[in-house]
């Protein structure tokens, strides 16, 4: 297939190129800087330049494809604090890239999040279906984000094949700029590794080699109006991750109470307070996805997290 990837020069996108160009497709990545640019080529795709913005670059390059997966996400917004405008944009995206496919029966993979959707055991596919199933627990962005999942999935009322794949708040890797490489940051900050109440709050969890497989194997054979979860692990406790934080960066480990998450943790203490396994069982059955790669403590345990001038 020609395929275009969004974000393809991203945490995930740097994976999933590869993923797809060793299985024999041709990829073309939006590249919104020469730098971006200058990496698909490397990688061996090729790039057109735009950005989320330009809808009419984006139109056509999903028109000429046989595929679309869509990963980008204007997080320099979300992060300054105007994520209803970046969830905004995103939800226009995927309507003109659902506008671009519809009636061709050609797949279009967006990613969504897992945590939140079935706080204190473990959610699967079903869960979350429609706005009605999302979680009163469930932070306004991430909730705001998985209204656009559910534009997708109806896209498969207009003969596209549209899925979800759902990716846990921990995707892990060498590189990995995200959430655990925020904890730690946090960790080396305080002089202490924290985790809030006794730590058992749970988090899936999955190797971003592993993630891109499955965006791969979803692009190939997932059914219209799927939703997907990559989870390797179904649940990692956070005071496991804790431990070993402490334990590399030479700090203690103690609970933080709940009412000083905020203060100590800031941004993350929403998430952190969130007991959120996901099971992958029907993935699983579904595409024949069998993560491979090391879990999230045996990764952090690689050191790589910790190098000097790290996070």
Sequence with gaps: MRVLVTGASGWIGSALVPELIGAGHQVVGLARSDASAAALAKAGADAVPGTLDDLDVLRGAAESSDGVIHLAFKHDLAFSGRFQDAADADRRTVGLLGESLAGSGRPLLIASGLIGLAPGRPATEADGR????????????????????????????????????????????????????????????????????????????????????????????APAGSVLHASAEDGVPLRSVAEVIGRHLGVPT??????????????????????????????????????????????????????????
């Design 130 to 221: 429609t706005p009605d199933d999302l979680s009163a627990h469930l932070p306004g962005g991430p909730r705001t984000r998985m209204g656009t999942a559910h534009v997708a999935i109806s896209l498969a009322d207009r003969n596209v094949r549209s899925s979800v794949v759902r990716l846990p708040p921990t995707v892990h890797g060498d590189g990995d700029q995200g959430f655990v490489a925020a904890l730690i940051g946090i960790a080396r900050d305080r002089g202490v590794s924290g985790y809030i109440g006794d730590g058992t709050q749970r988090w899936p969890a999955t190797h971003r080699d592993d993630a891109a497989r499955l965006f791969r194997l979803a692009l190939e054979g």
């Design 254 to 311: 103690r609970s933080v109470p709940a009412e000083e998450a905020a203060e100590h943790f800031t941004w993350l203490s929403g998430f952190l307070g969130l007991d959120s396994p996901a099971s992958s069982e029907r993935t699983r059955e579904l595409l024949g996805w069998h993560p491979t790669e090391p879990g999230l403590i045996e990764d952090l345990d690689q050191g790589h997290y910790f190098r000097t001038g790290g996070q």
